[in-house]
């Protein structure tokens, strides 16, 4: 087998852009795993802090002061609060909850989340 001399060590030059075009996705890939991570996260803190508002609007205490509690226990911050009066045996919450993080790759970026939650009495 006779060698070319132009292409004397040209494997190793491409064995070494393979790894590194690998270790890249790779990151990228991370990254974009832990950014869904937040997000389910902040989904979470979003969940709980409407069933706060919503308990404890029915054992008569402000609902608003009970979800940012949640939020900020699950990492998140209360950024608004819809409750109207507890009236006709219903009463239903609404939140917006939002994180701030910091993703390698993507940067700065601001998750924010609504979510509601409802109480019924039967008749």
């Known amino acids: 087998?006779?060698?070319?001399?132009?292409?004397r060590g040209s494997a190793t030059v491409f064995g070494v852009a393979a790894i590194g075009l690998i270790a890249?996705?790779?990151?990228a890939l991370v990254a974009a795993?832990?950014?869904?991570?937040?997000?389910?996260?902040?989904?979470?803190?979003?969940?709980?802090?409407?069933?706060?508002a919503v308990a404890a609007a029915v054992d008569g205490r402000a609902p608003r002061p009970a979800a940012a509690r949640v939020a900020a226990a699950n990492g998140a911050q209360l950024v608004a609060c819809r409750c109207p009066d507890f009236t006709g045996g219903t009463f239903s919450a609404s939140v917006l909850?939002?994180?701030?993080?910091?993703?390698?790759?993507?940067?700065?970026?601001?998750?924010?989340?609504?979510?509601?939650?409802e109480y019924a009495i039967d008749p």
């Open 33 to 52: 795993l832990g950014a869904v991570s937040l997000r389910i996260e902040t989904e979470t803190a979003a969940d709980a802090a409407a069933l706060a």
């Open 1 to 7: 087998m006779t060698r070319i001399d132009g292409q």
């Open 24 to 27: 890249i996705v790779g990151l």
């Open 97 to 117: 909850v939002a994180r701030d993080v910091r993703i390698p790759v993507f940067g700065e970026r601001r998750i924010s989340i609504e979510r509601s939650a």
